[in-house]
């Protein structure tokens, strides 16, 4: 109960701040401010109250999010840091406390900030969020995640015992084939005993490619305005690289898992990983 309550604490404490932090907005640009008064006047000229002007959430669709992609890129121009820290803030609390949404944000991260500064902005907020739903599953939920799911953590476990001699591999593995969730891997690796530096590093290269996908798809996307845009050689050629930063590390790993790694028993999509299936 006391380990309950514990986490209760760190959640409510984390949202009250994210609240605070996207309520108390500083003053827009001046140009979007413009730009949403005159709409705003619009639809009261024709009966409607209107919206709030800010507005901040999570976005749940492609369309929330360039709409806040929008917002936070008018406010980037004169408020760097906030903006900044607000990203840092709602991305390590999605990813602390196993929230789903990671690829919204890091397509919202490119087009923030670009491929490269995005790219290295998403790896380092992912792993820094990844570490501490691993310190809060060892230090509230080891107990009540063997209780809830004790199969998937009896399969695991037992593979990693399996692999304990080749574990980074296994890690990097089973990230860049999710066969098991990420956010189950983040909160049962304590309980697998796997060294907090170790799920460190492997958290952090063996996303890459995933996140190199979304943030690269978000720069794309903020620099296309027609459909012409799409199918330009320049458009064609990134969304070529994207294909081969995905492709070539997973094929790599995958093969050294076939010579290396104990991999029979686990799933992917359903399918178990046995010696019939392969």
Same mark, same amino acid.
Request: glycine share 6%.
């Given at each position: 109960?006391?380990?309950?309550?514990?986490?209760?604490?760190?959640?409510?404490?984390?949202?009250?701040?994210?609240?605070?932090?996207?309520?108390?907005?500083?003053? #827009?640009?001046?140009?979007?401010?413009?730009?949403?008064?005159?709409?705003?006047?619009?639809?009261?000229?024709?009966?409607?109250?209107?919206?709030?002007?800010?507005?901040?959430?999570?976005?749940?669709?492609?369309?929330?999010?360039?709409?806040?992609?929008?917002?936070?890129?008018?406010?980037?121009?004169?408020?760097?840091?906030?903006?900044?820290?607000?990203?840092?803030?709602?991305?390590?609390?999605?990813?602390?406390?196993?929230?789903?949404?990671?690829?919204?944000?890091?397509?919202?991260?490119?087009?923030?900030?670009?491929?490269?500064? #995005?790219?290295?902005?998403?790896?380092?907020?992912?792993?820094?969020?990844?570490?501490?739903?691993?310190?809060?599953?060892?230090?509230? #939920?080891?107990?009540?995640?063997?209780?809830?799911?004790?199969?998937?953590?009896?399969?695991?476990?037992?593979?990693?015992?399996?692999?304990?001699?080749?574990?980074?591999?296994?890690?990097?593995?089973?990230?860049?084939?999710?066969?098991?969730?990420?956010?189950?891997?983040?909160?049962?690796?304590?309980?697998?005993?796997?060294?907090?530096?170790?799920?460190?590093?492997?958290?952090?290269?063996?996303?890459?490619?995933?996140?190199?996908?979304?943030?690269?798809?978000?720069?794309?996307?903020?620099?296309?305005?027609?459909?012409?845009?799409?199918?330009?050689?320049?458009?064609?050629?990134?969304?070529?690289?994207?294909?081969?930063?995905?492709?070539?590390?997973?094929?790599?790993?995958?093969?050294?898992?076939?010579?290396?790694?104990?991999?029979?028993?686990?799933?992917?999509?359903?399918?178990?990983?046995?010696?019939?299936?392969?």
């Amino acid at each position: 109960m006391r380990s309950v309550a514990g986490l209760i604490c760190v959640v409510a404490s984390a949202t009250l701040y994210l609240y605070l932090l996207s309520s108390y907005l500083p003053p #827009g640009p001046r140009h979007f401010r413009q730009k949403n008064e005159g709409e705003k006047s619009e639809e009261n000229a024709d009966g409607d109250s209107g919206a709030e002007e800010y507005s901040l959430r999570f976005p749940s669709d492609l369309e929330e999010l360039r709409e806040l992609a929008e917002l936070l890129q008018f406010y980037k121009t004169e408020h760097t840091g906030y903006v900044l820290l607000l990203f840092c803030s709602a991305y390590i609390y999605k990813q602390s406390f196993a929230i789903p949404g990671s690829s919204f944000l890091n397509i919202l991260a490119g087009a923030l900030f670009g491929p490269w500064q #995005g790219l290295l902005l998403a790896c380092v907020l992912t792993t820094v969020g990844s570490t501490f739903c691993y310190l809060l599953s060892q230090l509230f #939920g080891k107990r009540h995640i063997v209780r809830f799911f004790p199969e998937k953590v009896d399969k695991l476990q037992r593979k990693v015992e399996e692999n304990r001699s080749s574990l980074f591999f296994f890690l990097l593995f089973l990230r860049f084939f999710p066969m098991t969730p990420n956010w189950f891997l983040n909160v049962t690796a304590p309980i697998l005993n796997i060294p907090i530096t170790m799920f460190f590093l492997s958290v952090f290269i063996g996303l890459i490619p995933y996140n190199f996908i979304c943030v690269r798809t978000g720069s794309i996307l903020s620099e296309i305005s027609s459909l012409d845009d799409i199918f330009s050689w320049g458009t064609l050629l990134q969304l070529l690289a994207i294909a081969c930063m995905a492709l070539l590390p997973g094929t790599l790993i995958h093969r050294y898992s076939h010579a290396h790694l104990k991999l029979q028993g686990l799933e992917q999509n359903g399918h178990r990983l046995d010696k019939k299936s392969r």
